[in-house]
């Protein structure tokens, strides 16, 4: 058995969620190991072994992201109805895609939007992650059409993966100033899914996921 070394003089969380936001503000491959040392406060060997490579690093800062940034979503699969899930997932996005102090964007995408062919491991390592969440939304939803909160017929899978189009599009059109509309868009948002609510047939949600037989 190893003898034991001297106790890291660093708060390990604190400095992962400090190369979180790093990663975050200029992805896998635009962040250098001068930034993440500089922002964790901490030097290259006390790095390596306390978190291992780069990419060691970016996939614990990811799953980090998901346990904290990214709580809403595992929260919203809780809720009672297919109609109050996809609600709590759009408006929670929202708030935390307009939170003070955080970086335009979400990590999930920004992380690896730019990677060259020799790093295309990461990219597909956060396509996978996102895919994850897709799938975990779509057996919501075929929860619910068993339940018979969406009718008969409904697209479990299509369904999810339209609400998660809509979830990857608005990461991508935050700008500088972005975070004032906040409130406007939370009012857009709560405007369209109280139209949806008011429909005398089962919610809208099932618009999108079973187009017409014609369409290409």
Excluded at 67 to 77: F, P, Q, S
Excluded at 112 to 136: D, P, Q
Excluded at 145 to 155: A, Q, S
Excluded at 192 to 203: I, M, Y
Aim: net charge positive; with cysteine; glycine share 8%.
């Amino acid at each position: 058995m190893p003898a034991p070394g001297r106790p890291r003089a660093f708060d390990t969380e604190q400095a992962l969620d400090r190369a979180v936001e790093v990663f975050w503000r200029f992805g896998f491959e635009g962040t250098s190991m001068s930034d993440l040392t500089s922002a964790m406060e901490i030097n290259r060997p006390s790095l390596y072994a306390a978190f291992g490579s780069k990419e060691d690093l970016f996939r614990k800062a990811v799953a980090r992201y998901a346990e904290t940034d990214l709580a809403y979503a595992r929260e919203a699969l809780a809720q009672p109805t297919a109609y109050r899930v996809a609600e709590a997932l759009l408006r929670g996005q929202l708030d935390a895609l307009t939170q003070p102090g955080r970086p335009n964007g979400c990590l999930s995408i920004q992380g690896g939007v730019s990677c060259s062919t020799a790093n295309s491991r990461i990219a597909k390592f956060l396509a996978t992650s996102r895919l994850a969440g897709e799938a975990a939304l779509a057996e919501r939803f075929a929860r619910a059409v068993e339940e018979g909160d969406l009718p008969e017929g409904t697209d479990p899978a299509a369904l999810a993966r339209f609400i998660h189009v809509v979830r990857r599009g608005r990461p991508c059109t935050p700008l500088p100033g972005w975070a004032g509309t906040c409130s406007s868009s939370r009012r857009s948002s709560r405007c369209g899914l109280s139209r949806s609510a008011t429909e005398s047939r089962p919610p809208s949600l099932t618009d999108h996921a079973t187009p017409p037989a014609t369409a290409r």
